[in-house]
């Protein structure tokens, strides 16, 4: 399939493609004239590149769950660790949500004089914890 069907099945723009390419991360398997031709399992390996990145994943990160042959070879361990990132974003944008919800409906004459506030004013200066990055 050409370029413009890649496009057309996947709403990926023609530069995202081109970028995955030259990334590594998909392969064409040639040209028609002037456009990229795609092998049809490229569909599949976009989809799972699709799902790395709404996970979080960088790009190298999902480039290293393919074999040199294409196919997915994922490290179960690193999707722990990804899930339990994603637990901790959770936990601070829920505490995060509560405390705009309580905000927005305080009785105190002054946000600044509102202690769930002051907590949310206090959390929102620490510095967020690092999440471990592993390639």
Same mark, same amino acid.
């Given at each position: 399939m050409d370029i413009g069907e890649v496009v057309e099945k996947t709403g990926l723009p023609p530069s995202t493609?081109?970028?995955?390419?030259?990334?590594?991360?998909i392969q064409s398997t040639g040209r028609q004239g002037l456009r990229r031709v795609f092998d049809a399992s490229v569909?599949?390996?976009?989809?799972?590149? &699709?799902? %790395? #990145?709404r996970a979080g994943? $960088?790009?190298?990160?999902?480039?290293a769950m393919f074999t &040199?042959? %294409? #196919?997915?070879?994922i490290d $179960?361990?690193?999707?722990?660790?990804?899930?339990?990132?994603?637990?901790?974003?959770?936990q601070e944008l829920t505490a995060m949500r509560d405390g705009l919800r309580?905000?927005?409906?305080?009785?105190?004459?002054?946000?600044?004089e509102c202690p769930t506030f002051q907590r949310l004013l206090?959390?929102?200066?620490?510095p967020?914890?690092?999440?471990?990055?592993h390639p």
């Open positions: 493609l081109r970028y995955y390419e030259e990334k590594g991360l569909l599949q390996r976009l989809s799972l590149i &699709a799902l %790395g #990145r994943f $960088r790009l190298d990160e999902i480039a &040199a042959d %294409g #196919r997915p070879n $179960r361990q690193q999707l722990v660790r990804k899930a339990d990132e994603i637990d901790q974003t959770i309580h905000a927005a409906h305080c009785k105190a004459p002054s946000h600044l206090r959390a929102a200066g620490k967020r914890r690092k999440k471990n990055r």
